[in-house]
């Protein structure tokens, strides 16, 4: 598309990141050495953060006050610059965790490979073209199975590496076969939400002849299959419980955590964007998926005995719990189904990786800590560890004031709201799916409890060495401190969630071809959003 | 000749690439060995190529934008070489701790 400086300009943040990761490849290999290079990372991170708070003032004003953007292949929207800010924290946060992954050899390769992985999710939040949008998310693959690979030497590592690769593939291929169909359907546009004068797919979308949407839905359906694996949505949940199993603590984390936010976020970006207005077959696809993910994820943690296997279906059930606010959004795209994905997003995000980063602080790479029953009696060899743990755990479960209840409770209300507001057919299987939900995070709580439970108030077996270093320390410090946060401050959430749900975006007619364009007074400021979002977060 | 090729459209492309997708599947599910599964994800990234030229070919399509169609091939190209590198060090890793790079004895895993 129309590539032109101003592009450059927007995306300089993931230059950098590559730029210096590609220095953290060569340089370690000159100058081997764990600290060096990790504290390299960390401040490249924090550095880049604060230069672009400091760059992106008026950038943030705007988009704040609900300003649509689109530049080249780039959205520039309230989403895409809230989800940045977030990866690259989530970045900060598991270069932390991994600070002491794999040998001492190939520490840079892993710091490195993982600022490669950010910055595949910072493109990924604000792709709006076809392809742009496939090579983000295979920025955020290719880094995963390097991790994979890179986690540990033994056969179980190998495996589910092999696995993983082999079913990431398929999942991507099927995407791109999806979209395809998409760019063939819609003129031959690859702009996924476009302007007035590039309609984009969208756009193109809405004067489709009759004929043709039998061809769009395949892509449609094709593109939600490869993203659903992203997500690990069930049917394509089957390789989580293998793959966590097989790797390293600290991968399963990046795994419950990167593709997840990059699923949604293509989700929201592609999925929820080519949809018609008036498609009634939208939702019904959603929401089975939904139902499946939540009640097979669940129901298979019961009876797990091992952590990663059991966190792992916690992560499908997650997946499923999201998918309600997309189901929500397909029916009714105004009652802000997307923000409350979002909020569910962050908030298990956060809490999700605190329990991984815990269980990395407890391992090394001799010993990783697999069984529920190796968890006994942590409370009292290493109280810290364990409360930490133990907070996220509960605001996975979903136990109110926590975080994940909050949560939860967005989900849950954006379906019953349409409910009592919508008519017949529909809303009785929405509520049906507020109920299941319900139901489910009764299930959940059961085999979070448990693990909870084992480390409360059972003996110790073996004393559990705490190998996993500083780094993890602070992590799981980090991740437990930021999900109190949101527990008790849940409004600037909550806020920031409904002003980022790009649906609400798109009923007003602000999309513009340049960000800059002096002409952003033509398009409607709404002066209650921006006085929402100065009270909220600056 | 000239009116045989002129009943080419753009559908006839769509068979070609739907059949290296689904051969591709095939390719995926029967082969045992590593190296022929990543040869069968060749062909499914092929076939969705095939479609993405057909789709942007002026030739074929007299709506048809730019040169976007035969540009994301390219893309989708370096990809594929990207990861089969990737690929042969994972299947090198698995065939250190196998000895065999057979997709069928990753099976250890399960529960």
Redesign the interface.
């Known amino acids: ?1 129309f590539v032109d400086l101003s592009t450059i300009g927007l995306v300089w943040p993931e230059f950098i990141l590559i730029l210096i990761a590609a220095w953290i490849y060569v340089g370690g290999t000159l100058a081997p050495g764990r600290t060096t290079w990790n504290v390299l990372a960390w401040s490249t991170y924090l550095v880049v953060f604060l230069v672009m708070l400091k760059n992106e003032r008026a950038l943030w004003h705007d988009v704040a006050a609900g300003l649509v953007a689109i530049n080249g292949p780039l959205i520039v929207d309230y989403l895409g610059q809230v989800s940045r800010y977030g990866c690259l924290l989530l970045g900060l946060l598991i270069t932390m965790i991994a600070s002491r992954a794999g040998a001492e050899r190939l520490a840079t390769e892993v710091s490195g490979t993982i600022m490669m992985l950010v910055a595949g999710l910072m493109l990924v939040c604000r792709a709006n073209e ?2 742009f949008l ?2 983000a998310l ?1 920025l955020i693959s ?1 880094p995963t ?2 991790l994979l ?1 890179l986690g540990r ?11 993983y ?2 079913l990431s ?2 999942a991507s ?2 995407l ?2 999806g ?3 998409l ?2 359907v819609a ?4 702009v996924i939400s476009g302007t007035a004068e590039v309609p984009g797919i969208r756009g193109a979308l809405d004067r489709l002849p009759a004929g043709h949407t039998s061809l769009f839905l395949i892509g449609w359906v094709m593109v939600v299959c490869g993203l659903g694996f992203k997500i690990a949505a069930v049917p394509f949940h089957f390789y989580a ?3 966590y ?2 790797t390293t603590n600290i991968n399963a984390g990046l795994l419950a955590v990167a593709p997840k936010v990059a699923g949604i976020l293509a989700l929201i970006r592609l999925v929820l964007a080519v949809v018609p207005a008036d498609a009634a077959w939208g939702w019904p696809l959603m929401w089975v998926l939904a139902m499946l993910t939540m009640t097979w994820g669940n129901v298979c943690a019961l009876w ?1 005995q ?1 952590l990663r ?1 059991l966190m792992a279906f916690s992560s499908v059930a997650h997946a499923g719990y999201m998918l309600i606010g997309f189901t929500v959004a397909l029916v009714a795209p105004a009652a802000g189904g997307v923000g409350a994905t979002l909020l569910y997003l962050t908030v298990y995000a956060l809490a999700g990786l605190g329990v991984f980063a815990a269980l990395a602080y407890l391992s090394d790479e001799r010993h990783e800590v697999d069984g529920v029953a190796e968890l006994a009696g942590l409370a009292r060899s290493h109280p810290w560890v364990a409360g930490a743990l133990a907070f996220c755990l509960f605001s996975l479960a979903g136990i109110p004031p926590l975080a994940g209840f909050w949560g939860k409770l967005a989900l849950f209300t954006g379906a019953v709201r349409v409910v009592l507001a919508g008519d017949g057919g529909v809303s009785s299987w929405l509520l049906v799916l507020a109920v299941t939900g319900v139901l489910n995070a009764v299930i959940a709580a059961a085999y979070y409890l448990r693990v909870i439970g084992v480390m409360y108030f059972t003996a110790p077996v073996t004393r559990v060495a705490a190998p996993g270093g500083m780094g993890a320390m602070l992590g799981t410090l980090a991740c437990t401190l930021l999900v109190l946060v949101l527990s008790v401050w849940p409004g600037l959430a909550f806020r920031m969630a409904d002003a980022a749900d790009p649906l609400l975006r798109q009923a007003r007619p602000a999309v513009v071809a340049a960000w800059r364009m002096e002409a952003s007074a033509a398009f409607a400021h709404d002066g209650d959003l921006a006085g929402r979002w100065q009270k909220g977060g600056d | 000749m000239c009116g045989l090729l002129a009943q080419i459209t753009v559908s006839h492309y769509l068979v070609v690439g739907a059949v290296l997708f689904v051969t591709g599947v095939l390719c995926m599910a029967t082969k045992r060995n590593a190296l022929g599964v990543l040869m069968g994800i060749e062909l499914l990234l092929n076939g969705a190529n095939v479609n993405f030229v057909a789709f942007g070919s002026k030739l074929l399509r007299a709506d048809a934008l730019g040169l976007d169609g035969q540009l994301i091939p390219l893309f989708v190209i370096v990809l594929a070489a990207a990861e089969a590198a990737v690929a042969l060090a994972i299947a090198l890793n698995f065939y250190n701790n196998h000895t065999t790079v057979d997709v069928d004895k990753a099976e250890e895993l399960k529960g």
């Not at chain 1, 003129?187 to 690859?190: L, P, R, Y």
Request: hydrophobic share 45%; glycine share 8%; net charge negative.
């Open positions: 598309m076809l392809v496939f090579v295979e290719v199975y390097v690979f030497a033994d056969r179980a590592s190998g495996e589910a590496t092999v696995k690769f082999f593939l398929i291929a099927m791109l076969y979209m395809s169909t760019y063939g003129d031959g546009t690859t419980p293998d793959v199993e097989g797990q091992n296997r």
